[in-house]
RNA sequence: GCCCUGGUAGUGUAGCGUGGCCUAUCAUACGGGACUGUCACUCCCGUGACUCGGGUUCAAAUCCCGACCAGGGCGCCA
């Protein structure tokens, strides 16, 4: 027989004969009676039993079963409006498929409390919990919008190495690894590589991957295994066509994200809106100058803390947006391959900020390759290390930019969630390797 | 890497300031029992814990030192 789904079936069934599987999420007993909530991708589904019409076998395997068993049930439904769904099954079998251990190492049905570091240990029946499964179907219609979005800009999806040898962007710490009689590094981004593309003629590209940074960082909002939505595009006039495409893409997401996942969002005590756009485009010195009239000086040419970040989205809320971005940041703190500004204090470079945390990081890219190689001397980088690289820009390069935006990042603010971990099935952080 | 806070049954917690009355609280889970409409069912009985190592003291869950682990903030970083 077919098993069925209990989001499958309906009260009209009344009378059919259904088989259904799941685990044993609860289980309560009064005596002569016993109710069995058995849950499944679809739900939970409940099954009665009154002694009385069932056998005894049956009777006897539902009351002793432990919970979080995995379970088969055979059975009649029964159109009963005393039930959660307005059905219920009447069991004629129930195979005990696996048994679960007792006692469990955390509560799936939410009744005490369980800390975070519990939850990660045993991750697999955390991810049993509805509001935690939530969050990753969520995440699949997240990429799914994603990808469906930019497709139908023009982008086409690409795959760059996560193996890579020592040249890189320089900033972050990579993990080093064995290629052979090689040394090589897990990718910290695709960058080059994207940019690379950008000499092909594809025009438009993207990729969605995993990333390691190595840095020994320890805090709710980062992580040693990241993902992230690259893109790329070419022929651009300058960082704006970027913003753009990452204000475009962001409002895809977040709308099909309202239209598909009302269900996901139940649990979560957070109502998705839709972001006041167009997004501000303020500059850095803007920022500066806000911070500054609240109170908060940062000095002209560093970055922006932590606190006047937090600080620079509270003020912007007040004003009603969600998200903005922040643009021309000072050259000195961006990446070599980052477009100078007119003013060459400055830089063609933006993040998009999404209450208060940075989320999205773009820029237009130098194209020239002049340029580029005294950039990487500026920075104290060896041109050397990026032959292949600018190999790319030799022979005929146009106008470009691209973002990155940090998936896990964006989930968390979106859905509210405490913790940069809960946005991960199996979180890499500084002490957490397992499971 | 720095700062702050914490570590008590399977899980989540109370107790710690002012050491003794802790034979360590409560909830839930687990085992047993009663119960035919539960939906955090209810009720009765039971099992189960002071992170580790030193120290102070007549006496340490409680005070001190160290290690390990965790939570939060910052830094670095995106």
């Not at 989001?7 to 002569?32: F, N, Q, S, T, Y």
């Not at 439904?77 to 679960?100: F, M, T």
């Not at 895809?252 to 996942?261: G, V």
């Not at 980052?338 to 060459?344: I, K």
């Amino acid at each position: 027989m077919e098993r069925k789904y209990s989001d499958e079936i309906i009260p009209d069934m009344d009378g059919r004969k259904v088989k259904i599987a799941g685990w044993v999420h609860d289980r309560r007993k009064l005596g002569g009676l016993l109710f069995l909530l058995v849950r499944d991708r679809g739900g939970l589904i409940q099954v009665t039993l009154p002694k009385k019409y069932v056998s005894e076998d049956v009777f006897e395997k539902a009351r002793t079963v432990s919970k979080e068993s995995v379970v088969a049930i055979v059975g009649e439904v029964k159109k009963e409006e005393r039930a959660p769904r307005g059905y219920e099954i009447i069991p004629e079998k129930i195979d005990i498929l696996s048994k679960a251990a007792a006692p469990l190492p955390l509560d799936p049905t939410g009744k005490v409390g369980v800390t975070l570091d519990t939850r990660l240990d045993n991750r697999v029946l955390d991810l049993r919990r509805p509001n935690v499964s939530a969050i990753f179907k969520i995440r699949d219609v997240m990429l799914s919008a994603a990808r469906n979005h930019l497709r139908s800009k023009g982008f086409i999806e690409i795959q760059t190495p996560r193996i890579i040898s020592t040249s890189s962007e320089g900033g972050t710490e990579l993990f080093p690894i064995s290629y052979f009689e090689k040394e090589a590094f897990l990718a910290q981004s695709p960058q080059l590589y994207k940019q690379m593309m950008m000499a092909t003629g594809l025009d438009r590209v993207f990729e969605i991957a995993t990333y390691f940074r190595a840095e020994e960082h320890d805090t709710i909002w980062h992580l040693n295994e990241i993902t992230a939505i690259d893109c790329e595009l070419s022929f651009i006039e300058d960082e704006n066509d970027v913003m753009d495409v990452v204000e475009e893409l962001v409002l895809a997401i977040i709308r099909d994200i309202r239209e598909n996942c009302s269900e996901h969002l139940e649990g979560f005590n957070i109502e998705i809106k839709e972001p006041k756009t167009p997004f501000p485009r303020i500059t850095y010195e803007e920022a500066l100058e806000m911070l500054d009239e609240a109170g908060l000086k940062v000095p002209f040419g560093e970055d922006l803390s932590t606190e006047s970040e937090k600080k620079l989205g509270e003020l912007m809320l007040e004003k009603g947006w969600s998200m903005y971005f922040v643009t021309k940041f000072p050259l000195r703190i961006k990446p070599f391959y980052t477009m100078p500004d007119r003013d060459p204090r400055f830089s063609n470079s933006f993040d998009l900020e999404f209450k208060g945390r940075e989320m999205v990081s773009g820029s237009q890219r130098i194209h020239d390759y002049d340029l580029l190689v005294k950039m990487i001397k500026e920075k104290g980088l060896n041109p050397q290390g990026f032959k292949t690289y600018l190999e790319a820009f030799k022979y005929g390069m146009p106008p470009h930019g691209g973002f990155g935006l940090g998936v896990e990042r964006f989930l968390m603010l979106l859905l509210g969630l405490p913790n940069i971990r809960e946005a991960v099935l199996f979180p890499r952080d500084r002490k957490r390797l397992e499971p």
